[in-house]
């Protein structure tokens, strides 16, 4: 069984700076990647951005691109992602997710992770 905790959310105001991370506990051998999604009130869980865990590469919304950066600690389970220059638009729940093994769906698909965390709320608002 694996866990994600996630942290570092919180009130900003417009223009500042976030960094979430999120840990794994539990057996990550086959860790595949980690991505952080967000849901907004009313809406529908949207992908941000995405890792490979081997090799590295990043995955990231257009929303996001030039913004926010996605990281990891391999030796640590740890993802993070930098958030610059926060928007109104970008409060949300942020959610952390994880997933194993030979993947089904695209790094970006919602659907195509195993493990969720429980989400950190993320408020930009002057």
């Known amino acids: 069984q694996v866990q994600l905790v996630e942290s570092g959310g919180g009130l900003v105001q417009p223009g500042g700076s976030l960094r979430l991370s999120c840990a794994a506990s539990g057996s990550a051998f086959s860790l595949n990647a980690m991505g952080w999604f967000r849901q907004a009130p009313g809406k529908e869980r949207e992908f941000v951005a995405a890792i490979s865990w081997k090799g590295g590469s990043t995955y990231s919304a257009d929303s996001a691109k030039g913004r926010f950066t996605i990281s990891r600690d391999n030796a640590k389970n740890t993802v993070y992602l930098q958030m610059n220059s926060l928007k109104p638009e970008d409060t949300a729940v942020y959610y952390c997710?994880?997933?194993?093994?030979?993947?089904?769906?695209?790094?970006?698909?919602?659907?195509?992770?195993?493990?969720w965390g429980q989400g950190t709320q993320v408020t930009v608002s002057s």
């Open positions: 997710a994880a997933r194993f093994g030979v993947p089904r769906l695209g790094i970006t698909s919602i659907n195509g992770y195993d493990y």
